[in-house]
């Protein structure tokens, strides 16, 4: 047997039997069994095939206080459902009667075990199980379940990641019920377990969680907005709260491909792959009719949200393709908090039924678009007057008055997003959305607000000056007295903006589709409380000089116009142009992730966040530190793997792919054939595993040197975001080129085009 001798290789080629491809690989044999996967029917939502009244089910595996009220005494379901209702503390001297009800309703379905529900700095749920199971005093078995244990618990959970804020041997962390939110069924398996949503925190107070800070940023935005309402005249507002509607995209692909992808199931997105001939060109996956085994999927998704009360109202086909959206009505911004991480929770589990992967990465598959989660934000009052309970801040109304007050919250959201875009652009900073922000398929990393023709000539008319005379003159001048109610379709919809009005809200566009929106979210009522803080400070100093407060209330308003300009852009915000617009307008543009975070701990956002008690420095601190890690550890598995798949997977499909084609070579050349094509090819394979080759030396340098810095991580971050981005790209690079020529049967990664295009 003869050894043949491959010049970009730096081993010997075996002979013929040994380097030929198998006749089949993992690969194809998956694909072949892909052909004839059946779909799975959703079961336990209709009827003789007939499915049952959305209304029928919603909510049975919850108890909020509507579902409360009939089976509390009065005293104690009013003390209950004020507490909600003005945001404050519970009376703890009713927690046991309410834990007596709570205890009853879940044995009765069945639940064994409870636990507090809550969320750490990982972007993830937590949950501790305890039973109900517990001892009388005459050690016969009883189910337990006591207001202490239902208002508080000690998990410890010291290794969630805390930023310094307390070492790994100062367990204490406690878990407190946040009633506001209602307690619900997880069912999983056959098992019930009892969730109550909490917020965690240290032995001290310390906020070691996402949801303290939100809570506390939704405390002073209602602080600070009722102080406004009540110089504006509106008294006998009890809160303000924010509402919000998360809409979530996501990707849905076989689970059996998602399994051959190490990159895939190790960091949620590929770290290779050669773009199909067809991607999302041809606009026909968009809107389209969602395919059979993909709706089985989505309906049973819907069914068990439903169950927990979590109000899905739309599903739909995203432009990419094999990506979807779903979306919610809008609830308080706690709520809708808790429903988000329900949502990716039961969607990754209930995909696995039907066989496929929910990915929510927010840029899985280069050469399409990504996956963010649009947040319609906006304001609500709870009061006693039947003309102010349920108002929505942001909706002009029908009389002078109430479209001064749409004006002066108006210009506060301006004003806090021109203010604090540095901080409201670190807010939206982790791994995955580095690759989508301004990828031409989603908001740029400037941050800009839209909105729409017609208000942004009311605005600038009011920022110029145009009209004269008091408030009244000017507002019929303008066209402000009779302002008609802003629909979508008066607003438009700029797809391009990260921050857009859209008609009573702003659609807060450029959240990443894998985060948890509470810490976005806590950023921007911090920013907005602030802006209203200063608005409201200003009418003050102005009412000192004129006694009309509508008057007081358009000079504040036009100062705030004036100021808050550069950040209103009706544009198109993919364009080059803007960039460069933008710059002349002072507006920040950060594109990586490290260098936005570094926005939370600057001055400016030291000094608002510790002034209004939504962070301490230390909590502050422990966040940037909390995400800088997380971002190190993303870019250092990204690497890992990459290196890893190179070694194992592409590299040796690219030797093997090469003794073949050498081999051919060498038996035309015996058989004295004159065109020998395969030297040319194997030329060209052989190059660029050369080229491969030296990148992934690069790579390991890359690796080396960030790991030696672990003891300084902002130093690691900003290696990561440089060198190891730019020498993974190149790594890529040579794959992808590689992916298109060597031999398909060769290739063990499941490509684009079978992934994105099931068949």
């Given at each position: 047997?003869t ?9 010997y ?5 040994s ?8 690969r ?10 059946s ?8 009827e ?58 879940a044995?009765s379905?069945?639940?064994?075990h ?20 517990a ?5 016969q ?10 208002i ?9 990641p ?8 100062e ?7 946040n ?20 917020v965690?925190?240290?032995y ?6 996402e949801?303290?800070?939100l ?5 002073i ?6 102080e406004?309402?009540e110089?504006?005249?509106?008294r ?22 998602f ?7 190790m ?9 199909p001939?067809r991607?999302?060109?041809?606009e ?7 395919p059979e085994?993909v709706?089985?999927c989505?309906?049973?998704?819907e ?7 979590v109000?899905i109202?739309t ?5 990419a393709?094999s990506q ?8 308080e911004?706690?709520?809708?908090v ?15 039924r039907?066989?496929?992967?929910a ?51 108006l210009?506060?959201v ?13 807010g ?10 301004g990828a ?7 941050i800009?607000v ?58 807060y566009r450029?959240?990443g ?5 509470a ?10 409380a ?11 100093e ?20 004036k ?17 460069k ?23 400016q ?8 008690g939504?962070l ?20 250092l ?7 890893e ?21 060498s ?28 990148h992934r030396?690069?790579?390991s ?17 900003d ?7 730019d ?11 590689l ?16 992934m994105?295009?099931?068949?």
């Amino acid at each position: 047997m003869t050894n043949h001798f491959c010049k970009f290789c730096t081993f010997y080629l075996l002979p013929q039997e040994s380097m030929t491809a198998p006749a089949t690989t993992s690969r194809r044999i998956l694909l072949n069994e892909l052909t004839n996967r059946s779909v799975r029917v959703p079961t336990g939502f209709s009827e003789d095939g007939i499915p049952r009244p959305t209304s029928e089910y919603f909510g049975i595996n919850t108890l909020g206080v509507r579902q409360l009220r009939d089976k509390l005494p009065k005293d104690v379901y009013a003390s209950l459902a004020a507490s909600i209702r003005h945001g404050k503390k519970l009376d703890l001297a009713i927690a046991p009667v309410v834990a007596q009800v709570i205890k009853e309703w879940a044995i009765s379905r069945g639940v064994t075990h409870f636990t507090h529900w809550f969320q750490p700095q990982t972007g993830l749920t937590a949950e501790k199980h305890d039973a109900f199971f517990a001892f009388d005093d005459d050690r016969q078995p009883m189910e337990s379940f006591t207001g202490s244990q239902l208002i508080q618990s000690e998990p410890d959970a010291s290794s969630f990641p805390s930023g310094g804020l307390r070492a790994t041997w100062e367990a204490r962390g406690y878990t407190a019920w946040n009633p506001a939110s209602p307690v619900f069924i997880a069912e999983s398996t056959g098992a019930r377990t009892l969730c109550i949503p909490s917020v965690f925190i240290g032995y001290n107070g310390e906020a070691l969680d996402e949801m303290t800070p939100l809570l506390r940023s939704s405390d002073i935005l209602s602080e600070k907005s009722i102080e406004l309402l009540e110089l504006l005249g509106d008294r006998g507002v009890q809160r303000v709260h924010t509402t919000l509607g998360p809409e979530q995209e996501y990707f849905l692909i076989d689970r059996g491909l998602f399994g051959m992808r190490p990159d895939l199931v190790m960091g949620g997105r590929t770290l290779v792959g050669a773009p199909p001939p067809r991607g999302q060109q041809l606009e026909d996956h968009y809107f389209g009719g969602i395919p059979e085994r993909v709706q089985g999927c989505i309906s049973e998704v819907e069914f068990e949200l439903y169950k927990l009360g979590v109000p899905i109202t739309t599903r739909h086909n995203e432009v990419a393709p094999s990506q979807f959206e779903m979306a919610p009505y809008f609830e308080e911004t706690d709520l809708a908090v808790d429903h988000n991480q329900l949502v990716m929770a039961t969607m990754r589990r209930v995909a696995l039924r039907h066989g496929l992967q929910a990915v929510l990465h927010e840029k899985p598959f280069a050469g399409i678009n990504g996956s963010g989660k649009h947040c319609n934000w906006s304001m609500s009052v709870t009061a006693d007057s039947a003309d102010l309970d349920g108002l929505n801040l942001l909706k002009p109304g029908k009389t002078p008055h109430q479209n001064v007050r749409f004006l002066v919250f108006l210009a506060a959201v301006l004003k806090a997003v021109h203010k604090h875009a540095g901080l409201l652009r670190a807010g939206i900073a982790t791994t995955g959305n580095e690759h989508r922000l301004g990828a031409n398929e989603a908001p740029p990393a400037i941050i800009s607000v839209f909105m729409g023709d017609m208000l942004t000539r009311m605005i600038e008319e009011i920022a110029d000056g145009k009209a004269s005379g008091n408030a009244e003159q000017q507002m019929i001048k303008l066209g402000v007295s009779k302002l008609p109610e802003i629909q979508r379709d008066n607003t438009d919809r700029n797809r391009t903006s990260p921050f857009a009005f859209t008609g009573q809200k702003f659609e807060y566009r450029a959240v990443g589709s894998s985060q948890s929106i509470a810490f976005p979210i806590t950023l921007l009522n911090a920013a907005v409380a602030d802006a209203i803080g200063e608005i409201t400070h200003a009418l003050r100093e102005t009412l000192k000089k004129t006694k009309s407060v509508d008057d007081a209330v358009l000079k504040v308003v036009s100062e705030a116009f004036k100021e808050s300009a550069p950040v209103r852009f009706e544009g198109n915000n993919y364009a080059e142009e803007w960039i460069k617009e933008a710059k002349k307008r002072g507006l920040p543009n950060i594109r990586s992730t490290p260098d936005a975070l570094k926005e939370l701990i600057s001055k400016q956002s030291r000094t608002l966040l510790t002034k209004l008690g939504v962070l301490t420095t230390e909590e502050l601190d422990s966040r940037y530190q909390v995400r800088v890690e997380r971002y190190v550890k993303d870019m250092l598995i990204e690497l890992h793997t990459m290196r890893e798949m190179v070694d194992t997977m592409i590299m040796p499909a690219a030797y093997a792919y090469l003794g073949e084609l050498s081999h051919a070579a060498s038996q035309s050349k015996s058989a004295g054939i004159a065109v020998i094509p395969q030297i040319t090819t194997a030329n060209q394979v052989g190059e660029l595993v050369q080229e491969l080759q030296e990148h992934r030396e690069d790579l390991s340098d890359v690796i080396a040197r960030a790991e030696a810095m672990h003891d300084d991580p902002a130093k690691q971050a900003d290696l990561l975001t440089s060198e190891g981005a730019d020498t993974m790209a190149e790594v890529r690079k040579a794959c992808d080129a590689l992916e298109l020529l060597v031999g398909d049967s060769y290739w063990p990664l499941p490509k684009y085009r079978e992934m994105l295009f099931p068949v």
